[in-house]
């Protein structure tokens, strides 16, 4: 079965400093990985993803993240955290033909 | 273009009590799915709609129904309301069934007292 783990559940950095949110995920097919974000109170907001060709892959608000097989992950970095990237990610595969599951999060503080 | 329009945002409800909530996709999105969102189970897939019809269904009981209208819109109803479904139910759409982007509404936060 499809799914996603996201280690560690917090995540505090120094504005400034390098993001790296973790996931792994477990697939018997090729995967389609996503990232979102999720403010307080709102919903989710997609990031990037990942569905076939270039590896690394290009999202809003500076964030990337890499494709590897070997690996069987899809961390998602920033390489200078802001204060407004406080909030918690949300890695997702795409299960069969239609919805998502998610792993269970991980909330991101940033330090001034 | 709108995104996906979710009412209401807030809700409280009494134990055993039904509630309906709605979701208005995005315009010229046919799928629709509900999800649940609480502090200890995290995301869950509740169903899913195309064309008005329910494609799959997650793991949740009888107590949790939906449907889809014509236009695309959803609704999800929960009855025999319980203290453990306080959570927020997020909506989200996709143009089709195949297409890899889903848009998500802002939620609704139901609590049951």
């Known amino acids: 079965a499809q799914s996603v783990t996201q280690l560690g559940s917090h995540v505090s950095v120094s504005e400034g400093a390098l993001v790296l949110l973790r996931c792994n995920y477990s697939?018997?097919?090729?995967?389609?990985l996503f990232w979102y974000v999720q403010y307080p109170n709102q919903g989710l907001q997609l990031l990037l993803k990942y569905t076939t060709g270039a590896t690394l892959v290009k999202g809003i608000n500076g964030f990337e993240a890499e494709f590897k097989k070997s690996e069987t992950s899809f961390h998602l970095t920033k390489p200078s955290a802001h204060m407004s990237d406080a909030a918690e990610y949300f890695c997702?595969?795409?299960?069969?033909?239609?919805?998502?599951?998610f792993g269970a999060g991980t909330r991101l503080t940033v330090k001034p | 273009k709108a995104g996906v329009t979710q009412t209401p945002r807030y809700l409280i409800k009494t134990r055993g009590q039904q509630v309906t909530l709605s979701c208005s996709p995005i315009?010229?999105?046919?799928?629709v799915s509900w999800y649940q969102q609480t502090p200890g189970q995290g995301l869950q897939f509740l169903f899913e709609y195309f064309s008005e019809t329910q494609r799959n269904k997650g793991n949740f009981p009888g107590r949790f129904s939906g449907r889809q209208f014509s236009n695309s819109r959803s609704e999800m109803n929960v009855s025999t309301l319980e203290l453990g479904d306080s959570a927020l139910y997020l909506c989200?759409?996709?143009?089709?069934?195949?297409?890899?982007?889903?848009?998500f509404g802002q939620g609704t936060r139901l609590t049951v007292v």
């Open positions: 697939s018997s097919v090729p995967p389609y």
């Open positions: 989200a759409s996709r143009v089709s069934r195949g297409n890899t982007e889903a848009f």
């Open positions: 997702a595969v795409r299960v069969n033909n239609n919805d998502m599951r």
């Open positions: 315009s010229g999105h046919r799928s």
